[in-house]
Nanobody, 120 residues
Framework: QVQLVESGGGLVQPGGSLRLSCAAS????????MGWNRQAPGKQRELVAI???????NYADSVKGRFTISRDNAKNTVYLQMNNLKPEDTAVYYC??????????????WGQGTQVTVSS
């Protein structure tokens, strides 16, 4: 079984910073694409950023220049550094990863979510 566990959420003032972490554990053969999504109250879940195993990244327009995604392949961990946070960044942040548990194709797994609240 594979688990993704997020940490690092919390309450921060506008303009502040937070760093989210997400570690994948379990019977893992390999981890491909990892990413972060978020869901604000009353809104659909949206993609924030993704990163390939080789380190190629892609970001939502709303976070470009403020958020940075990175990963540590040895630890099966993905990070999201969030700077210059805005109230509209308030949401539950979910990490996801395409994980191979055997020689078959990778399957998607999701974390339980961590709350980020940006408010003065």
């Amino acid at each position: 079984q594979v688990q993704l566990v997020e940490s690092g959420g919390g309450l921060v003032q506008p303009g502040g910073s937070l760093r989210l972490s997400c570690a994948a554990s379990g019977s893992i053969f390999g981890v491909n694409v990892m990413g972060w999504n978020r869901q604000a109250p009353g809104k659909q879940r949206e993609l924030v950023a993704i990163i390939t195993r080789d380190g190629n990244t892609n970001y939502a327009d709303s976070v470009k220049g403020r958020f940075t995604i990175s990963r540590d392949n040895a630890k099966n961990t993905v990070y999201l550094q969030m700077n210059n946070l805005k109230p509209e960044d308030t949401a539950v942040y979910y990490c996801n990863a395409d994980v191979r548990v055997d020689l078959g194709p990778p399957r998607p797994y999701w974390g339980q979510g961590t709350q980020v609240t940006v408010s003065s």
